[in-house]
């Protein structure tokens, strides 16, 4: 039997080991084509989404998103949908929105915001996209993990973060295998509200909830009921999409329900593989869950135009910052109360070496410095003159109770002290877990602005 020659079959055996090598390389990121960062050059580049391409030019999405990438500093996420992800829908569903349903349903897509990966793990549900308005039957968005694997939830469709198309710290774009359909668009319709009662009967709902029928007590009691009827005639859960679907709504009310995780167990058990048996502890489970979100305090509104209490725990979060900017200009006050005073504080407010930019009592001490600083300030002294002779020179800036704002962050004067304050709070506090710089700019921005806070940013965490 005659060999093989092995001059001509090393060549063979080469190609070989080359096309295995590189059919196993790992997928990454596509790299951003020259010049400014412009997302429809990435889709361009990347390949497979024409339509989504197609929907950004006709909307003017894309340069809504190039040009936020370049006047903002918080980022911006799209998820892209594949063209085999729209062959996915429903025969004519894209060509029966309107223009403006073209609009909503793309910015149901770009979250205002860059999330990197690893960020998926903590971030708030329901997220809220471009599309706004995060209640349930208009377009909430929600994110678990599981590992590596991002999930995404939109109430009508369940998929996954299939690639990564491109990342810089500004721009996230990923990889969808499905149209993220929003309930607003594709979800059942919302429950006709009941009708508002008029005249003596107004009156006396109004009266029943301690409040007036003309500062508006009388809309917000009828608001109250409508959602009351919407949750008592919820339908019970047939598979564990709809079981998702109610398991999301009630989540977003958990803090308001005590012991949620174990009334809820039953409930989610049902969502792990080939569990979904509904039983007599389920329907308890659903039935409790239902009586529980439209009783008190859930359902209970507050008489804005009478003093009320808000008791919190003085534990730093996020929103309490957020909040910050929003509050400036009311009339309220903080009052401390011990521990021993306020028994539903959570513990961890009660140890003493945590030192917190907090709402309390240091943060109103932060917000009498600010307002000195600005005053100390020519530069920022200059925009306030502005405001009040000419606002329209200043259209991004207002002026709330001494302070300036900037797209509602408040300005700090980029040579005060107050710069390295924030730095501390936002950076080495050990419970931030030492940032990177991505992650600490991002979490200044979303309250606070100065000039060159990326370049000090990236020097103070590089010299940390």
């Not at 039935?287 to 009478?306: A, C, G, R």
């Not at 020519?378 to 405001?387: F, K, T």
Request: overall charge neutral.
């Amino acid at each position: 039997m005659s060999s093989f020659p092995f001059f001509l079959a090393f060549p063979l055996w080469l190609s070989l080991i080359l096309h295995c090598t590189s059919v196993s390389q790992p997928t990454t990121p596509a790299p951003a084509p020259p010049g400014p960062t412009n997302v429809t050059k990435i889709l361009e580049k990347a390949g497979q989404y024409t339509v989504f391409l197609r929907l950004l030019l006709i909307t003017q999405a894309g340069d809504q998103i190039n040009t936020q990438l370049n006047n903002s500093d918080q980022g911006i996420t799209v998820f892209a949908p594949t063209d085999n992800a729209f062959s996915g829908m429903k025969s004519g569903a894209l060509n029966s929105l309107s223009d403006q349903q073209k609009v909503e349903l793309v910015q149901f897509h770009i979250v205002p915001m860059f999330l990197s990966t690893s960020q998926f793990q903590t971030v708030s549900n329901p997220l809220r996209t471009q599309a706004g308005e995060t209640a349930y039957y208009k377009f909430p968005l929600n994110i678990t993990t599981s590992g590596n694997q991002v999930n995404i939830s939109t109430g009508v469709i369940d998929t996954t973060v299939a690639n990564t198309i491109y990342t810089d710290g500004s721009l996230a774009v990923y990889q969808v295998d499905k149209v993220l359909l929003p309930m607003s668009l594709f979800g059942p319709p919302a429950p006709t509200p009941d009708p508002v009662p008029k005249n003596d009967d107004k009156k006396s709902e109004a009266n029943d909830s301690g409040g007036d029928s003309k500062d508006g007590s009388a809309s917000a009691t009828a608001n109250a009921s409508s959602a009351w009827t919407c949750i008592q005639q919820w339908p019970i859960p047939k598979n564990v999409k709809e079981v998702r679907s109610f398991l999301g709504f009630s989540g977003y009310y958990r803090c308001f329900i005590k012991n949620y995780a174990t009334l809820a167990s039953p409930l989610t058990d049902l969502l792990r593989k080939d569990s979904f048996v509904w039983t007599s502890q389920t329907q308890d489970a659903f039935i409790i869950l239902k009586e529980k979100l439209s009783t008190t305090p859930v359902l209970n509104l507050s008489n804005f135009s009478m003093p009320f209490t808000i008791e919190t725990s003085s534990y730093p979060n996020p929103d309490q910052q957020k909040w910050l900017s929003k509050f400036l200009g009311y009339d309220f006050q903080i009052v401390y109360r011990p521990g021993k005073h306020n028994q539903a504080a959570d513990a961890l407010s009660c140890v003493s070496h945590f030192h917190f930019l907090a709402f309390s009592s240091h943060t109103l001490s932060f917000l009498e410095n600010l307002k000195q600083s600005t005053i100390n300030c020519p530069e920022l002294q200059s925009i306030i003159l502005g405001l009040t002779s000419d606002p329209p020179t200043h259209p991004h800036h207002s002026l709330k109770d001494g302070i300036i704002l900037y797209k509602g962050r408040m300005v700090v004067p980029s040579t005060s002290p107050l710069c390295q304050q924030l730095f501390t709070e936002f950076h080495d506090i050990v419970t931030r877990g030492h940032a990177s710089i991505t992650r600490t700019l991002h979490r200044l921005s979303s309250n606070f602005y100065w000039k060159n806070m990326r370049q000090d940013a990236q020097r103070y965490v590089n010299n940390y």
